[in-house]
């Protein structure tokens, strides 16, 4: 299994649809007991959170964020977490909105204290 995501701070490799999620959000990850949580912020989105489980390599949450348009939004995540061979955690995602339409895939992976 790879290693904890507590206190890692993790961001998108490529930039999603308009006013989503992109490389300029961070996600600040938690992990207890088979529990993980996150905070993220930036780019279009002002405050976001996320609140699920960890079974393995799988993690199975759902997520609510507040744009800068002031709009709101949520839906559901299922990730596999990918240790890199430089020791950095990724995230490879399957995620669906489930307050609009839309679904599809994307990758976030550690940050290091450089790239904050």
Known sequence: ???????LLLAPVADQAPGQV????RFSYHEKDGE????????DVVRGHLVGTREGDRLDFRYVQLKRDGTTSSGH???TVVELPDGRV???ET?????QQG???SVVEQ??????
């Open 77 to 79: 995540c299922v990730s």
């Open 103 to 105: 679904s599809g895939t």
């Open 36 to 43: 993980i949580w996150a905070e993220y912020t930036g780019g």
């Open 1 to 7: 299994m790879a290693r904890s995501l507590d206190g």
């Open 22 to 25: 992109g490389t300029r959000t």
């Open 90 to 92: 990724r995230l490879d």
């Open 111 to 116: 940050v290091t204290a450089h790239e904050h």
């Open 95 to 99: 995620w669906e909105w489930e307050s």
